[in-house]
């Protein structure tokens, strides 16, 4: 059973950086790159959004526009880990990040923007970004 854990969160001022980790565990490091992995978020009050940035399972990977310039995503194989590097971190921001993972995701492209669905989810991480 794939499982996942976020980790990282915290409270930041704005311009301020965070790095979050979703370590996953239920398969090998070999099956490790067959899933995309990618976080996504929840402001308070708010839906869940789209995805914010992903690891596809080609190596890939994609950002939202409103993160791009400021998020990275990377991946330590080794350690079955996903890192969300987050700089310049603005209020809006702020959001119960969760990562999830799936071996065959259901991707929706559209123009400025790919929808993705995952399968396996583990418990977010908050992320309070100060003004």
């Known amino acids: 059973e794939v499982q996942l854990q976020a980790s990282g969160g915290g409270l930041v001022q704005a311009g301020g950086s965070l790095r979050l980790s979703c370590a996953a565990s239920?398969?090998?490091?070999?099956?490790?790159?067959?899933?995309?992995i990618g976080w996504f978020r929840q402001a308070p009050g708010k839906e869940r959004e789209g995805i914010v940035c992903?690891?596809?399972?080609?190596?890939?990977?994609y950002c939202a526009d409103s993160v791009k310039d400021r998020f990275t995503i990377s991946a330590d194989n080794a350690k079955n880990t996903v890192y969300l590097q987050m700089n310049s971190l603005k209020p809006e921001d702020t959001a119960v990040y969760y990562c999830?993972?799936?071996?065959?995701?259901?991707?929706?492209?559209?123009?400025?923007?790919?929808?993705?669905?995952?399968?396996?989810w583990g418990k977010g991480t908050l992320v309070t970004v100060s003004s």
């Open positions: 999830a993972a799936d071996r065959d995701p259901e991707i929706i492209t559209e123009p400025g923007h790919i929808y993705y669905t995952l399968e396996h």
């Open positions: 239920g398969f090998t490091s070999d099956d490790f790159d067959d899933y995309a």
């Open positions: 992903i690891r596809n399972n080609d190596g890939s990977t």
